[in-house]
T-cell receptor, first 115, second 109 residues
Framework: KAGVTQTPRYLIKTRGQQVTLSCSPISGHRSVSWYQQTPGQGLQFLFEYFSETQRNKGNFPGRFSGRQFSNSRSEMNVSTLELGDSALYLC??????????????FGPGTRLTVL | AQSVTQLGSHVSVSEGALVLLRCNYSSSVPPYLFWYVQYPNQGLQLLLKYTSAATLVKGINDFEAEFKKSETSFHLTKPSAHMSDAAEYFCASNNRLAFGKGNQVVVIP
């Protein structure tokens, strides 16, 4: 069974631009969660989608948004990029809602650098 | 607010020595707890999880963790460190999907 895939793996953008990241979950998984990982803050939860609906949301500004498609693939968008948005963005999928006792399976991440 | 705390961002351990990584949670209701490992340039991989079935949980690569409600802790241990254990380790809770800030483990030959 193929794992979680994320594209692209690396991105370089400039301040003010916007970016879209993509995540394909493991086949059959309906939940996709997004995390931002930085050296200082560790992993911070952005949001979770389940059956095309946002079910949980972390404490990030509205510049961060996402969506999920009927095939469970998810995209995350960041508008008006700031230097502080430079991070590794991780996507994780699970069979059911991530707040259960189910394991999350993580992708390799997208490394975003904002110049 | 962070509901999972890991102390000591960097942990050095000699090869063959005990690995001990501490995790404390802050929740009035015991959550489900997880330990994940992240190798360089990779995503996170599950080591083990606590789901209230047993307080001592065994995971992959000889790691284990013990849930102690009285101490609100879920510390990770491994009896004998290998060079391949060098990685970053994260404790996580299903409560607000919170992760600790991680422990970077360095194994000294």
């Amino acid at each position: 069974k193929a794992g979680v895939t994320q594209t692209p793996r690396y991105l370089i953008k400039t301040r003010g631009q916007q970016v879209t990241l993509s995540c394909s979950p493991i086949s059959g998984h309906r939940s996709v969660s997004w995390y931002q990982q930085t050296p200082g803050q560790g992993l911070q939860f952005l949001f979770e989608y389940f059956s095309e609906t946002q079910r949980n949301k972390g404490n990030f500004p509205g510049r961060f948004s996402g969506r999920q498609f009927s095939n469970s693939r998810s995209e995350m968008n960041v508008s008006t990029l700031e230097l502080g948005d430079s991070a590794l963005y991780l996507c994780a999928s699970s069979l059911v809602l991530a707040g259960s006792n189910n394991e999350q399976f993580f992708g390799p991440g997208t490394r975003l650098t904002v110049l | 607010a962070q509901s999972v705390t890991q102390l000591g961002s960097h942990v050095s351990v000699s090869e063959g020595a005990l690995v001990l990584l501490r995790c404390n949670y802050s929740s009035s209701v015991p959550p489900y707890l997880f330990w994940y490992v992240q190798y360089p340039n990779q995503g996170l991989q599950l080591l083990l999880k606590y789901t209230s079935a047993a307080t001592l949980v065994k995971g992959i690569n000889d790691f284990e963790a013990e849930f102690k409600k009285s101490e609100t802790s879920f510390h990770l241990t491994k009896p004998s460190a290998h060079m391949s254990d060098a990685a970053e380790y994260f404790c996580a809770s299903n409560n607000r999907l919170a992760f600790g800030k991680g422990n970077q483990v360095v194994v000294i030959p």
